[in-house]
């Protein structure tokens, strides 16, 4: 497994932005997938945005053109950068990296991030 340990939460007005990192305490470089999902208040955990070991990005369509994940294979952190936020992205965000052999699924601790209207 590997430990992920997120930063970068914080209370921001609408509109504004916000870049959190996800350092792993090793190399990222062949992982599969790395992620960055969320969990509002009261709602179930979704993705945010993903990334393959080819830097592919996916994002989930209510982030779509005001998110933007990236990873940075030689410092071993996965960042996401947030633009436009907006209060319905208030959340805690988790930093997941995924393999598929050897078989990884580890979560970081979680920030969070508070958009005020």
């Known amino acids: 497994q590997v430990q992920l340990v997120e930063s970068g939460g914080g209370l921001v007005q609408a509109g504004g932005s916000l870049r959190l990192s996800c350092a792993a305490s090793?190399?990222?470089?062949?992982?599969?997938?790395m992620g960055w999902y969320r969990q509002g208040p009261g709602k179930q955990r979704e993705s945010v945005a993903t990334?393959?070991?080819?830097?592919?990005?996916v994002y989930a369509d209510s982030v779509k053109g005001r998110f933007s994940i990236s990873r940075d294979n030689a410092k071993n952190t996965v960042y996401l950068q947030m633009n436009s936020l907006k209060p319905e992205d208030t959340a805690v965000y988790y930093c997941?990296?995924?393999?598929?052999?050897?078989?990884?699924?580890?979560w970081g601790q979680g920030t969070q991030v508070t958009v005020s209207s």
């Open positions: 997941n990296a995924k393999n598929s052999w050897p078989v990884i699924n580890s």
């Open positions: 090793r190399s990222i470089f062949s992982f599969s997938v």
């Open positions: 990334i393959t070991s080819g830097g592919n990005p």
